[in-house]
């Protein structure tokens, strides 16, 4: 880029009165509008926000982090930035990091940076269950992305199009974008960031459990809807063959014993009903990727 970039930020915000005052006041000295979406809150995060001199949506009810985020980029791709930059309004991401995440997009040397806790340079103080939890999430994931759960990412506008095409409404959403920049061959680059969590009030509304569900639920689905006939077809034919085994199993007792067992009647059949749901459901899906791609 020549001139110089448009920059929006697009900070999600959930009962955040205590915190996002600060976050708006140091992030504004590297952007040029920040956008709060504020889900549902029950306090004045809103109200601190907007005479903050920040753009605020509120959601009427809290819907989840994914929809957020949402909401926020449909809003700033209205003033037609060069870069959309994300961060939490908890003060978990220091804004002063916001120079360096955006860097590389300046440069043309990427389409999306993430701010990495994993590489060199990069630091968190989280709870040992974080830690632990986090290293999971990741390897479950299978990405070049070292730390895919950080929220604090910048895009330019092709990749702010882009992963507008997700559907999470809750934590999952970090993992579907990362899903949809690998599928359209974003250029992804990880920065070093530090990310605290000692001090801060509460680093999510949640339990980790739930955080942690919601995160593999969106991979499981996303994987799944990409390779449907290895991860939902193959489950549905083996079921479908065991259903077929154990009926010919209930035949065979019933024509040598004259015994019908209405428990393996029940197991048979849910087993071959399920088979065929996920086969059809398999093909159906493969038939529509299949067509979209060809487009």
């Known amino acids: 880029m020549n001139k110089k970039p448009k920059i929006i930020a697009v900070i999600p915000a959930y009962n955040e009165e205590k915190t996002i005052a ?20 029950t306090d004045h995060t809103a109200e601190i926000a907007r005479r903050m001199g920040a753009i605020v949506i509120s959601h009427p009810k809290n819907v989840g982090k994914g929809a957020a985020l949402r909401t926020g980029f449909k809003e700033a791709l ?14 978990q991401h220091n804004p002063n990091e916001i120079p360096k995440l955006i860097q ?13 806790r994993y590489i060199k340079g990069g630091k968190m103080d989280a709870p040992f269950y974080r830690r632990v939890g986090l290293a999971i999430i990741n390897k479950l994931h299978k990405a070049p992305i070292k730390d ?10 092709k990749a702010a199009k882009i992963v507008l095409q997700t559907t999470t409404k809750g934590y999952g959403i970090e993992t579907e974008q ?9 250029k992804i680059i990880e920065i070093p960031i530090i990310i605290k969590y000692k001090g801060l009030e509460k680093t999510h509304k949640k339990s980790p459990l739930f955080h942690a569900a919601q995160i ?7 994987i799944a809807e990409e390779h449907p006939l290895l991860y939902i077809g193959l489950p549905g034919a083996i079921l479908l063959l065991a259903g077929i085994l154990s009926g010919a199993y209930l035949l065979w007792v019933f024509n040598t014993t004259r015994y019908f067992s209405i428990p393996l009647v029940i197991v048979t059949t849910g087993t071959i009903l399920t ?11 493969h038939v529509v990727i299949q067509q979209i791609k060809r487009k």
């Not at 600060?22 to 809150?41: N, P």
């Not at 950080?150 to 506008?157: H, L």
């Not at 088979?275 to 398999?282: E, R, Y």
């Open 22 to 41: 600060t976050v708006i006041l140091e992030t504004e000295k590297y952007v040029d509008k920040i956008i709060v979406v504020d889900d549902g809150s």
């Open 78 to 91: 209205k003033h037609n930035p060069d870069i959309i930059v994300t961060l939490d309004a908890d003060l």
């Open 104 to 116: 590389p997009i300046i440069e043309g040397k990427a389409d999306m940076t993430i701010g990495s």
């Open 148 to 157: 895919t759960q950080s929220g604090y990412r910048a895009y330019n506008q």
């Open 178 to 186: 990362i899903q949809l920049a690998l599928k359209n061959k974003l």
């Open 216 to 222: 593999i639920v969106t991979l499981i689905r996303t």
């Open 275 to 285: 088979g065929l749901i996920l086969a059809t459901t398999a093909l159906t899906l």
